[in-house]
């Protein structure tokens, strides 16, 4: 049995079409006769492809249907939550420039990374859930069983990125000795997360081969690895 999970939430167009590509490369290369296959997917919200069958032209069917898809807004919300922060940096620096006092830009600046770390926490935590919840409905499956987990690299820490970009520019914000952005980064940690799909992988009997739109593949029985 061989179920391929797009999460398709984490995917850019681009990098979508490129994974795909890889996906059924794959598939060509590792498939056998009598093998049974399913593609399901998630984007905030799961769906099922096909049930397990030996159909290839269903596959593909599944497949194209996924690369012509909307993907998600992550994109645009990272760059939204970056320019805010860039924004209210360069606000305080021109009030500096002129004499003024800003107001507390830092504060402004730790609310909008919060935010954007707070959402992307949810998003990837529910991707993990979705994973881990077909994960656990295969193990009543005889035989070899095998997920391959198509997407980006889940973040341990989400949101990390943008509290990076508020330590960089918190020199230029007012009140910024009021806290540090990269130990705010760490209350978003999800490592013990990501190591509970390796858990129901386990549990299944499933081995994960994490695919990422780079090619690179990696695998092992009960973790999931990219």
Known sequence: YIAVFFD??????GNRTRLIAGVRA??????????????VSWNRRFLSRTPF???MAQLDA????ISHEVGSSIDSERRQAERQIDDISTQAAFAQSIGKTAPDTYSSGLSAA??????????????????????SSMSGLDGKKVMILAGESLPLRPGAEIFQRLEVAR????N?????????????????????????ANTAGVTVYAVNPNGT??????????
């Open 26 to 39: 794959m598939i060509k290369d590792t498939i056998r006769p009598g093998d049974q296959l399913s593609v």
């Open 62 to 65: 599944a497949l194209d249907s």
């Open 171 to 174: 020199s230029r914000m007012t």
């Open 217 to 226: 593949t990696r695998s092992r029985s009960g973790t999931v690895e990219d």
């Open 8 to 13: 398709n939430y984490s995917l850019s167009p």
């Open 53 to 55: 069958s030996a159909d």
């Open 176 to 200: 910024s000795q009021a806290g540090a952005p990269n130990l705010e980064s760490g209350q978003y940690d999800l490592s013990r997360d990501v190591t509970s799909l390796g858990q129901a």
């Open 114 to 135: 919060r935010h954007y770390a707070d959402t992307r926490t949810r998003d990837v935590k529910s991707s993990i859930n979705a994973i881990g919840s077909y994960l």
